[in-house]
Each structure stands twice: as C-alpha cells, then as structure tokens.
Nanobody, 121 residues
Framework: VQLQASGGGFVQPGGSLRLSCAAS????????MGWFHQAPGKEREFVGA???????YYADSVKGRFTISRDNTKNTVYLQMSSLKPEDTAVYYC????????????????WGQGTQVTVSS
C-alpha cells in the first residue's frame, strides 16, 4: 500500500492550497481517508476525514476553511485549504482507515509521507 501526498508549499496568510493524496495497493473506496498535521514539537493532530460514502468530519480549528473530497475513480483524496493562517503551518499527512474510527492516528492503517505547508508573510 502506498499513499503519496503532494501539493504543499509556501503561501501567505489568507491564501489557499490544495493537497492531494494518491493511493495504490488498496481498495480505496472501502477506506476512510483522513488528514492530519504535525507542527514542530507537537503531536500529530486530526484535521479531517471523509468516509467511503463521502461524509466528512472536521476539527473545529479548520471547520469552514478546509474541505475534504475524494475521487474513487482516481483513488485520490483532496484537502482544499482556504483562509490559511500561520498556525496552519505543519507537515500534512494523509492516512487510510479500514475501521469505523477516524479521530486519532492509531485508528489508521496506512500513512503517506507528508507534505510541508508553510503559511507566512
């Protein structure tokens, strides 16, 4: 199983980025796909997740600013980030969960390598 995250970069506050995570080696449509971020010196934190049928759930810190979507025909999950803030700066990871739980890292079976997002003026 491979999860390949991409799309990170440097953006000014208030800007937008779209992250992608391409999956292979698994039955993508059967998995909950999640996004986490980890800032230096901090634990990995839940950002949001999307279920196999498209239902979404977000952390309060990103609700209304971030949107997760998936394309099961391309085995890809997306994280559209808008109104970015300096505190969003972190490495962003995508992950896949075969279970019914999706809020903590231990709920996930597979992880991507992470992509850096830096929000700064």
């Amino acid at each position: 199983v491979q999860l390949q995250a991409s799309g990170g970069g440097f953006v000014q506050p208030g800007g937008s980025l779209r992250l992608s995570c391409a999956a292979s080696g698994l039955t993508f449509s059967a998995y909950v796909m999640g996004w986490f971020h980890q800032a230096p010196g901090k634990e990995r934190e839940f950002v949001g997740a999307i279920g196999s049928s498209g239902g979404t759930y977000y952390a309060d810190s990103v609700k209304g600013r971030f949107t997760i979507s998936r394309d099961n025909t391309k085995n890809t999950v997306y994280l559209q980030m808008s109104s970015l803030k300096p505190e969003d700066t972190a490495v962003y990871y995508c992950a896949a969960s075969v279970g019914r739980r999706w809020l903590i890292p231990d709920d996930y079976n597979y992880w991507g390598q992470g992509t850096q997002v830096t929000v700064s003026s």
